[in-house]
């Protein structure tokens, strides 16, 4: 009985199965976002709210498009960028993430 | 069909097929994607477009069964602050708005003191396949992975809405979830739902698969409203209020929405001015097996599986092709015993007897006649949603 007890506490203590309730860590993946003019206004401006993955992610888009959602992010989830960082941040996006077309 | 004619028809094919890409709105979707070697918490490691706010895609070849493993489910969060630890001692949801008597209550006393009901369901994000229109469509460009099928075990929330007891002109249910913005003024991911939408199937899950939730699918509760699309099953769901009257709220009126007319579709550059929510799901079917590029050897034995869904009218067949959709054969079904709004798995055996590429196409038709269409057919909408084109997987025979 004694050495059941044992082993069952070793087990325990190799094995320490995490609760579900106990915390968990959501990793960070590295996306790799392209240098270039305009980036220190999309690291500032962006990364705030979402990962670079959602920008890589939404496949290569047209200027209107681009202008469209960080005008979105501005109207509709109020994120306080101001006039000169939105231009910066449309220009950076379709150049590096552009289909080439305006509209 | 000698073999040097086979390849010169299915040369035929694929360049009619590449030309016909360039003008037509959807194509299959993009597949083979790569998985991440980081598993995130509690799952195993999947596609991932995201990580702040995790956005992660099964792969394909977990649709070979019409269950999905919570550890492979799929996962979509809007905000970027999601709890990474919820106390169960402390937890409650919260009842309030237009009811007689507003409460609170614990994980506990929901599964005590409530009839304990269960329901499989599969769940859909409304941009699933997204990758598949042209021009892309905005958003993130899923592949088929963007879904899954468990086992939801909960409490009815009409009976939750009963112990609060609705008042006269209750109309509308907003449901409110814990994950947050990082800036306040930041809208809220509320659901509102009609009261009249609402049926004894609709459940508070604290459940999947027999066990807790993932936290990345919400825990410890979500919300589970069967044979619709997923932006409306509010995870770590916190609050349920009763208001009588709509609520402007993004999520509900900008987001999640297709043209409101017949074919649901528009011109990408003359959207079409009025838009309706995506609600019920399309009937749909994605192979598991096997894979795209896969390796089969000529006259072998192989078992194509995957599964078929709806919005609960019911799967009444899955069929092949394995001509390019010029003839079909019935795939098997399982015995659909769980239920209208699970995934109906299918499977379909036969022997490739000729060597080269080879397309295997699967189309799911429902109880009221609707098919999936193939994907040229398939019309754009600005948003990307409710792709559900006849699937297809290419493989080599040698």
């Avoid at chain 1, 670079?52 to 496949?59: A, C, K, L, T």
Wanted: with cysteine; proline share 5%.
């Amino acid at each position: 009985m004694k050495k059941l007890l044992l082993i069952a506490l070793m087990a325990s203590a190799l094995f320490a199965q995490v609760k579900q309730s106990e915390e968990i860590a959501v990793p960070y993946i590295p996306y790799p976002i392209k240098m270039g003019k305009g980036f220190n206004a999309v690291q500032a401006n962006c990364l705030t709210c979402h990962s670079f993955g959602y920008i890589i992610n939404q496949g290569p888009q047209s200027k209107d498009f681009w202008a469209g959602k960080v005008v979105k992010m501005v109207v509709h989830f109020k994120a306080p960028i101001d006039k000169k960082d939105t231009q910066t941040i449309i220009d950076y996006l379709y150049k590096h993430y552009g289909n080439g077309k305006l509209k | 069909m000698k073999r040097r004619d086979f390849f010169k028809t299915s040369l035929a094919a694929a360049g009619a097929l590449s030309i016909g890409t360039s003008l037509e709105a959807a194509h299959q979707p993009k597949d083979g994607q790569v998985i991440s070697p980081l598993a995130f918490p509690e799952k195993r490691p999947m596609i991932t477009y995201s990580d702040r706010p995790p956005l992660l895609e099964s792969p394909r070849h977990v649709f070979a069964r019409p269950i999905t493993e919570n550890d492979d489910f799929f996962v979509r969060w809007h905000m970027p602050e999601i709890p990474t630890y919820i106390d169960l001692e402390t937890f409650r949801i919260k009842v309030s708005g237009l009811v007689n008597k507003e409460f609170e209550v614990s994980l506990h006393d929901l599964k005590t003191q409530y009839e304990q009901v269960e329901v499989t369901a599969a769940l859909q994000c409304g941009g699933n396949s997204r990758s598949a229109f042209t021009p892309t469509a905005g958003g993130i460009q899923w592949g088929s992975g963007a879904m899954g099928c468990a086992k939801w075990k909960g409490v009815r929330l009409r009976d939750l809405l009963n112990r609060a007891g609705l008042k006269k002109d209750a109309k509308w249910i907003g449901f409110n979830g814990l994950e947050t913005a990082s800036y306040y003024k930041t809208p809220n991911f509320i659901r509102e739902l009609q009261l009249e939408e609402l049926d004894d199937h609709v459940i508070v899950a604290y459940e999947m698969n027999d066990e807790d939730l993932p936290y990345l699918n919400g825990f410890p509760l979500r919300l589970v409203i069967p044979g619709t699309y997923s932006d409306s099953w509010v995870k770590m769901l916190s609050e349920i209020r009763v208001t009588s009257d709509y609520e402007k709220l993004f999520f509900m009126d900008i987001a999640y929405r297709v043209p409101d007319n017949e074919c649901e579709c528009e011109e990408p550059h003359k959207k079409y001015p009025t838009t309706k929510p995506i609600t019920k799901m399309n009937v749909k079917s994605v192979i598991g097996y096997p894979e795209n590029d896969a390796t089969i050897q000529n006259g072998s034995h192989i078992v194509v599986r995957g599964v078929a869904f709806d919005d609960g009218t019911g799967i009444t067949d899955v069929l092949i092709s394995t001509d390019k959709g010029k003839t079909w054969d019935k795939a098997l079904l399982d015995n659909g015993e769980a239920g209208r709004y699970a995934f109906r798995g299918f499977r379909y055996a036969f022997k490739p007897k000729t060597q080269g590429k080879l397309t295997i196409m699967s189309k799911a038709v429902n109880r009221s006649g609707e098919e999936q269409p193939f994907a040229k057919d398939i019309k754009w909408n600005h948003g990307g949603y409710k792709y559900n084109g006849i699937d297809e997987v290419t493989v080599e025979v040698i």
